[in-house]
């Protein structure tokens, strides 16, 4: 029976919110690396575009929801997802015309792309501030739980209660159909097929009649996509505020580096791979722990290896590591 709660208490604590967490960092790093890809630069503005995204789709859902209508048993956000879509897509394409575009004219190096990249990082993040304020947003209306830990504990007769949210179902499974579609359109489409071609080798790319500037801006569009997707279901299954956003951009970094830059698969392993680590590293062990030991062996501290303050330490102390180590990542990307 202790072995059971402990179990269950693995996945209540560990296995449950890593796995969604892993989600969306996936989403993020997959933004990341098609951008690294394809236009050869990191782009450091990722998380505020997923702010971005995010406070489009959050003004949305207030319209929606003043004037009465929902999603059911579902949250509104989603029905708003497709217009917080369109208008980030708007938002990075203009941004891409009005500043990226001369730099890749002027086939500015990468380093100098990068640099441009923060300061849209900075007005990004001052825009969304400005619009929607600096303080917590919560607006997952459809919240609930699937499974209650009461309910658990009613049905097993066990003392650890399982809990599963509708924002963390949610969020596997948009990122599984997304991550799906988005695969189905790089290798199964004309269009997408031209972007692998210009990622693996612009020149023979132009040379074979494919239009680069309609190559960056589907790019962009995708990219928008991912993002704003990513920006809401960390936003439902947490809460909003912008600050928080330019702060995920460490492990979503981490994570593309981690699996590989420009490997899309490289960016899904790479995101489990750091939330599981975060998620592990500072979770306290104790209970778990003394379900599974003998008492003779009982855990009287915490069993923490960081405090939960210190998570993206870890992300940092991954990317540190694999940057000296294997700077290709996991799947062998390019690297950095």
């Not at 778990?288 to 069993?303: C, S």
Request: aromatic share 12%.
């Amino acid at each position: 029976m202790d072995a059971l709660n402990a179990l269950v208490a693995l996945a209540n604590f560990v296995v449950i919110p890593a796995t969604a967490y892993g989600a969306q960092l996936s989403l993020g790093a997959l933004g990341v690396t098609l951008i690294y890809g394809i236009l050869r630069f990191s782009n450091f503005a990722h998380g505020d575009t997923m702010a971005f995204g995010t406070m489009a789709t959050i003004l949305f859902t207030w319209v929606l929801q003043g004037a009465g209508i929902s999603f059911g048993p579902l949250p509104t956000a989603l029905l708003a997802l497709p217009v917080g879509i369109a208008i980030t897509a708007l938002y990075v394409l203009a941004t891409d015309r009005v500043v990226y575009r001369f730099y890749r004219k002027q086939r500015a190096a990468p380093v100098i792309l990068v640099i441009v990249s923060m300061g849209v990082m900075f007005v990004t993040n001052g825009v969304v501030r400005f619009i929607i304020g600096v303080d917590d947003r919560n607006f997952d209306d459809g919240t609930r739980f699937l499974i209650s830990a009461r309910d658990f504990r009613n049905w097993t007769g066990l003392d650890e209660g399982l809990a599963l949210r509708s924002s963390q179902a949610i969020t596997v499974v948009t990122a599984v159909l997304v991550v799906a579609l988005l695969f189905w359109f790089l290798t199964c489409t004309r269009t997408g097929k031209s972007m692998r071609a210009f990622s693996d080798n612009e020149d023979l790319a132009l040379l074979s009649g494919i239009n680069p500037e309609r190559v960056v801006a589907i790019t962009w569009i995708i990219v928008a996509a991912l993002a704003t997707v990513a920006g809401v279901l960390y936003g439902l299954d947490k809460s909003f505020k912008p600050f928080t956003y330019f702060q995920l951009l460490l492990p979503i970094f981490a994570a593309a580096i981690v699996g590989g830059l420009g490997s899309p698969l490289g960016a899904i392993a790479g995101g489990f791979i750091i939330a599981y680590s975060e998620v592990a590293v500072t979770y306290a062990w104790k209970k778990v722990a003394n379900y599974a030991l003998p008492e003779r062996f009982e855990i009287d501290g915490l069993g923490q290896l960081l405090s939960t303050d210190y998570k993206f330490a870890v992300s940092f102390a991954i990317l540190v590591i694999v940057l000296l180590f294997r700077p290709t990542g996991l799947f062998r990307g390019k690297s950095v």
